[in-house]
């Protein structure tokens, strides 16, 4: 599998339909005011950096890290690997990259939120084994019991 991780064309068709199938998935478990995925616009906002995953050429994931108001700190949005490739490790490989990128920003930490629901359970299970703890919201977040918020830090 040659796998090629870059930065993201968010204008890109195929890069607008992932992120509208991210959204509309996020949706069939997680009621609207609860959801926190973001759209195309939300992505292009200032302090987030999108990547893009694709094997020879057909896009197969993406992720982001969104810079946090204290500058030391990152959050993960928009983690998506297409369904027919997920369990192959490529979640892990995106993962990897984020904290990588976060790592060479001097971040000494990452956060993300992720749903509580039982679809979720395999998102929450990759963020635990990488070293991810869980904590309380952050960053505007609220107590929400669709929610779970997850922290890493650095050594």
């Known amino acids: 599998m040659s796998v090629v991780i870059d930065l993201a064309n968010l204008d890109a068709e195929d890069f607008r339909s992932l992120i509208q199938a991210h959204k509309a998935l996020m949706l ?12 195309i616009d939300g992505l292009k906002a200032p302090g987030i950096t999108v990547w893009d995953m694709r094997e020879n050429g057909m896009l197969i994931g993406c992720g982001a890290l969104k810079r946090l108001s204290d500058g030391r ?14 369990k192959g490790g490529l979640g892990r490989r995106m993962l990897n990259h984020l904290l990588a990128e976060a790592r060479s920003r001097y971040y000494t930490r990452v956060l993300l939120e ?19 703890v869980y904590r309380g919201p952050f960053e505007g977040y609220r107590d929400d019991p669709n ?5 890493y830090m650095f050594d």
């Open 28 to 39: 069939e478990t997680t009621p609207p005011e609860s959801s926190h995925a973001l759209l």
């Open 73 to 86: 700190s990152g959050e993960i949005k928009a983690m998506h690997t297409v369904a027919q490739f997920r």
């Open 114 to 132: 992720t749903g509580s629901q039982d679809a979720f359970y395999p998102a929450r299970k990759l963020y635990e084994n990488a070293g991810f």
């Open 147 to 151: 929610s779970v918020f997850m922290e």
